[in-house]
């Protein structure tokens, strides 16, 4: 070999060791980079305590739709309805109620038209359950609280269109919840980091 292709094959050398030793780094690097990335979705979640009692200090939130003071966060068994019922019998098993977050806030309608706080809460938040596997999607079950409830004196304002820039007292209830396996929040549909609640439960 001349010493024109020991030059030649000394610099392909160099450069196939140079691209492995990047490609070796790269792949160190990615972990790292997704450890940050989850440790920080982590920090930008607020952490509040579900309680019957009202919040020490109420939560502020400006949506598209409305502007919530939400002032308690707490759990309500749904009993099952009629077509829960007819589903467990079919299936052999007895129908159950359902865990469910309620929260109870002020809404004030900030659209251009008459909207109800329920609605416009489904248009800005959403209450959303995570594990491993990813999301698992809520339902409003709000009609569903029952009338013994402490919280259903304002179902019916929830449904009350509020035109806008007027208020009212509200409530909502989402669920099925498994607070025990799953992590629950109450998140801006619009963007997490403008609102991400993370939901602490009495064990």
């Not at 610099?11 to 940050?36: M, V």
């Not at 359902?98 to 248009?123: C, G, H, R």
């Not at 409530?171 to 607070?179: L, N």
């Amino acid at each position: 070999m001349n010493l024109k292709h020991l030059l030649a094959a000394t610099a392909a050398s160099t450069l196939l060791l140079t691209a492995c030793n990047q490609d070796d780094s790269a792949e160190t690097e990615e972990p790292i980079e997704n450890a940050e990335t989850e440790e920080a979705k982590e920090a930008e979640a607020t952490e509040v305590k579900v309680s019957e009692d009202e919040l020490k200090d109420s939560i502020e939130f400006d949506g598209e739709y409305g502007h919530y003071v939400i002032t308690r966060i707490d759990t309500i068994d749904i009993p099952p309805t009629d077509l829960d019922k007819e589903a467990a019998e079919d299936a052999g098993e007895e129908a159950s109620d359902s865990p469910a977050v309620v929260i109870e806030f002020d809404f004030t309608n900030k659209s251009n038209s008459p909207t109800s706080a329920s609605e416009a809460f489904a248009l800005d938040l959403a209450v959303r359950q995570f594990n491993e596997s990813g999301m698992i999607p809520t339902d409003n079950l709000t009609l569903d609280i029952p009338e013994d409830s402490t919280y259903h004196k304002n179902v019916n304002d929830a449904s009350e269109t509020v035109q806008t820039d007027e208020s009212s007292k509200a409530v909502v209830a989402y669920g099925p919840i498994d607070s025990e396996e799953n992590d629950i929040n109450i998140q801006s549909r619009e963007d997490e980091s403008l609102l991400n609640l993370l939901l602490k439960f009495n064990e």
